[in-house]
Structures are given as structure tokens and as C-alpha cells.
């Protein structure tokens, strides 16, 4: 199995940890990191890597808005085997889940395992409710994928115009007949990001709803029903009644294929705080949309979330 890491940093504070798991990983699986970082520490990467990892910068030809999918389609090209594990610089294996990722490529074009938190700091238990609610009503989005190179390059690779790329690629995939594999039990460690990135990746989250219209409908009616509730003197039980409904939800996604051995008790408890932090930003999203043409996101401005998998069928 062939594992790849696109990588873009602007500072390595988070170099040594890095290196560790690549030395790790690298005795296990081949490891492709397409570098994207700048020339200096591109260089840096390198020469501290040699030994451990193919390293190599996005192919040129690749410009797309979003440069993980140019780091992404690049490993997919050199890679040496067909089962491919593509995961994000804070994504972490054990042996555990590369085995299971392996056999369950060997059923499908493209699996999606469940990330989870470790360490818990306030805002990643927060996240978590998010993670808990898509787990009880249908499936969460990982930062990690588990591909078949030769599915993915056998249609042409994906969009990368779009802000949510990891459900660009299943529905592409999905839109030409491969099959997708949902591994609700398939439980990939994830480092938290800092308090400051968590803040600063509100909105752009709430972008990426707008590929999933019903969902995003949702949450923008949210805030209007809580004024019309209020000023219809129902205040008091449409609030009890949310907040009864959104733990309910969270507990079963928690409890979901073993979900409890790595997701605290105590992360239900932000559920609600989750669901009220996304009404919001959802209006925010829509703002963007409207009023700016799209959402910054790594000095690039993209106005496709992603598409339809009709769209991606014709």
C-alpha cells in the first residue's frame, strides 16, 4: 500500500512529531509527500526525510485552486501500488487501521474511515460534536481517504476548483461506477489543530455545506424558527425540545459501530453548542457566496463547495 501526505506548511513548528510517524510509517508502507511548502522549507523536508520517504513538489501542470488536490493527484501518479491511503499532515495510523484500510480496498474504489481527536483540548471536543451528529444521521467527513489509484486516474482524477475536495473525489468516484465503502468502525487518530486555526476555520466549514443544499437549508433555518419561537412567547420549550433532540442524536453517533472507546461522554455535551455555531456561520457562508463570489482559502478565492454527482456523471 502506498500512503501520500500532501503537505503545505508556512513554519515547522510541528517538524520533530512529524518526522517521528513518517520514520514509523515508512517501516510499514511506501510514503509519498507531495510538498507544496515554500523552497526553503521545502528543502528542509527534504534533506530530513530522505531516507524515510519519496519527497517531491506538485507537478507544475497541476494549478488547481486548491492545492491539496495537486498534491493529491500527484502521489497518485507516482505511486507504486494500487491501494492508496491519502491523508492529511495531522492524520495518524496504527497498525490497526492500515490493516483494515488495506483489506477494505480490496472491496472498494474508495473507503472513508472516522477520524477522532486525541488530545481533547475544549475546542476539539467541540468539533466532535459535529463529528457525532453526521454520525447519527449518515456519515462523517475524515481528513483521510483510502483510494484505488487506478480507479482514480482511470477517470481522469477529480475537480480541484472546489473547497470541499475529499467529497468531490467520492462523488466522482461514485458518479463513474466505483463503489464506496463507509467504515463507520474504522477509527483514525487526528491531532487537533490550534484554538486560533479551529476559530479561523468556522466559516470555510460552513462553506462546504453548501454542496449538500438539504443539509445547508437546515441550518439557515435554524436561526429564524428560534426568532419566530421567541416572539410567539415559545421560547422555553422549543430550546428544551433542540437541545433534547441534538444530545439524543449526538449519543447515538457516539455509540455508533463501538464509537464510544474513543469518543468521551463528555463530547455530546457540545453537540448543541456545534448546532448553534453552524446556524450562524451558515449565514456567514451564504454571505460569501453571494456577496464576495466565493471564500478565501490559501490565497485562492473558490466558489464551488463541490459538485453534484449528477453533474459529475455527464
Not at 28 to 57: F, M, Q
Not at 177 to 194: C, F, N, W
Not at 197 to 210: G, S
Request: glycine share 10%; hydrophobic share 45%.
Amino acid at each position: 500500500m502506498t500512503y501520500v501526505l500532501p503537505l503545505r506548511w508556512s513554519e515547522d513548528s510541528g517538524l520533530e512529531e512529524l518526522t517521528a510517524y513518517l520514520r514509523w510509517l515508512s517501516r510499514r508502507v511506501e510514503v509519498v509527500v507531495v510538498d507544496g511548502s515554500p523552497s526553503a522549507l521545502r528543502a528542509g523536508h527534504a534533506a530530513r526525510w530522505r531516507s524515510l520517504v519519496r519527497h517531491l513538489p506538485p507537478d507544475p501542470v497541476l494549478r488547481y485552486a486548491n492545492g491539496k488536490v495537486n498534491g493529491v493527484l500527484t502521489g497518485l501518479r507516482v505511486a507504486r501500488h494500487d491501494r492508496v491511503v491519502v491523508a492529511d499532515d495531522d492524520v495518524r495510523y496504527d497498525d490497526t487501521a492500515l490493516r483494515r484500510m488495506a483489506q477494505l480496498l480490496g472491496h472498494a474504489d474508495v473507503v472513508r474511515p472516522q477520524n477522532y481527536f486525541d488530545p481533547l483540548p475544549w475546542h476539539a471536543r467541540w468539533d466532535t460534536g459535529r463529528s457525532l451528529l453526521n454520525r447519527a444521521v449518515g456519515a462523517d467527513f475524515p481528513g483521510t481517504l483510502g483510494v484505488r489509484r487506478s480507479t482514480v486516474l482511470g477517470i481522469g482524477g477529480y475537480d480541484g476548483d472546489v473547497l470541499f475536495e475529499n467529497l468531490e473525489l467520492i462523488r466522482t468516484v461514485r458518479a463513474h461506477g466505483g463503489r464506496e465503502i463507509v467504515a463507520h468502525g474504522l477509527y483514525v487518530r487526528r491531532l487537533p489543530p490550534t484554538a486560533r486555526r479551529f476559530w479561523a476555520q468556522r466559516v470555510r466549514q460552513a462553506y462546504d455545506d453548501l454542496a449538500q443544499p438539504r443539509r445547508f437549508a437546515v441550518f439557515l433555518a435554524l436561526l429564524p424558527a428560534a426568532l419566530v419561537a421567541a416572539r410567539s412567547g415559545r421560547w422555553g420549550a422549543a430550546l428544551a425540545g433542540a437541545l433534547v433532540t441534538t444530545v439524543t442524536l449526538a449519543e447515538a453517533g457516539r455509540r455508533r459501530a463501538g464509537g464510544a472507546r474513543v469518543f468521551p461522554r463528555s463530547t455530546v455535551a457540545f453537540a448543541p453548542v456545534w448546532v448553534l455555531e453552524r446556524a450562524t456561520c451558515a449565514w456567514l457562508a451564504l454571505a460569501r457566496r453571494v456577496g464576495w463570489g466565493g471564500i478565501s482559502y490559501a490565497g485562492a478565492r473558490i466558489r464551488v463547495a463541490a459538485h453534484r454527482q449528477r453533474q459529475l456523471a455527464g
